[in-house]
């Protein structure tokens, strides 16, 4: 008897752990997707992240990248997009910055898209209600089509060089913008960093420009590319 209860205390098996199992499903795996980001996002992080097995992950999602466009869809419902008006200049300006919080929101989402990674249909719809709008403005589908293209892309070039955030959000070099997402200031530095040096290379009257350019808040700089893009879109036939 005494051997036997030696045996049970300090023995053979490890005691049950005690709490409830992990609980997965697809609303969960792409809560646990987007909080990883994109720049870090692999099926075994998001598998470690819920504290499940990579066969019970793989029972929602086929792939990384199919997980990675459900996630994104996840992305653009939350985003506020506005609704056509009668004006299609405040319209296309506030679908540029619906773009800027999506990526702010969602860092490496600009890499994804540009990589031809993902797709989907909170993408495609949004782009067709936008191009639709265009053509109930008279534009003609053709610039329709490329107005619509050139404003996301005019966006995406803005943070396809954002640093990945790190684990917890801190020292990652950027910076977090009004609506709690992440500004992509460190690609200001890194295009300090990387033009300052050439700045006696320039006609003064461009470095002055420039200057400014790689000095002021990166969205400062981005509002100025919209407005000439919208000069152009203004001057095609609608």
């Known amino acids: 008897m005494g051997a036997r209860r030696a045996g049970a205390a300090g023995g053979g098996t490890a005691p049950r752990r005690m709490g409830r199992p992990p609980v997965a499903d697809q609303e969960a795996v792409i809560g646990a997707a987007l909080s990883i980001g994109f720049s870090g996002l692999s099926m075994s992080a998001v598998a470690e992240r819920l504290g499940i097995s ?13 997980l990675a466009a459900a996630a994104a ?8 997009w506005p609704e056509p008006g009668d004006d299609w200049r405040a319209l296309l300006t506030a679908t540029a910055w619906a773009h ?3 990526h702010a ?17 909170a993408l495609v719809d949004r782009d067709n209600r936008t191009g639709v709008a ?4 008279g534009f003609a589908p053709q610039d329709a089509t490329l107005i619509v293209d050139m404003l996301a892309e005019l966006v995406i ?31 200001q530095q890194r295009r300090r960093e990387l033009i300052e040096p050439w700045m006696s290379a320039f006609d003064p009257r461009l ?6 350019a790689v000095s ?19 001057a095609l036939p609608h």
């Open 54 to 66: 990579h066969s019970t992950l793989y029972r929602y999602f086929p792939s990384r990248d199919a």
């Open 73 to 80: 869809d996840h992305a653009v419902r939350a985003i506020e």
């Open 100 to 102: 800027w919080r999506l």
């Open 105 to 121: 929101a969602n860092p490496g989402l600009a890499k994804e898209i540009t990589a031809l990674r993902l797709t989907g249909p």
């Open 134 to 137: 265009l053509l109930g403005f």
């Open 157 to 187: 070039q803005a943070f396809l060089a954002v640093p990945p955030a790190r684990e917890g959000g801190e020292g990652d070099g950027t910076a977090r913008d009004e609506a709690g997402g992440h500004s992509v200031d460190a690609v």
């Open 207 to 212: 470095r002055a420009v420039l200057t400014e």
């Open 216 to 234: 002021g808040a990166s969205a400062t700089w981005f509002e100025r590319k919209l407005n000439l893009f919208l000069l152009g879109v203004a």
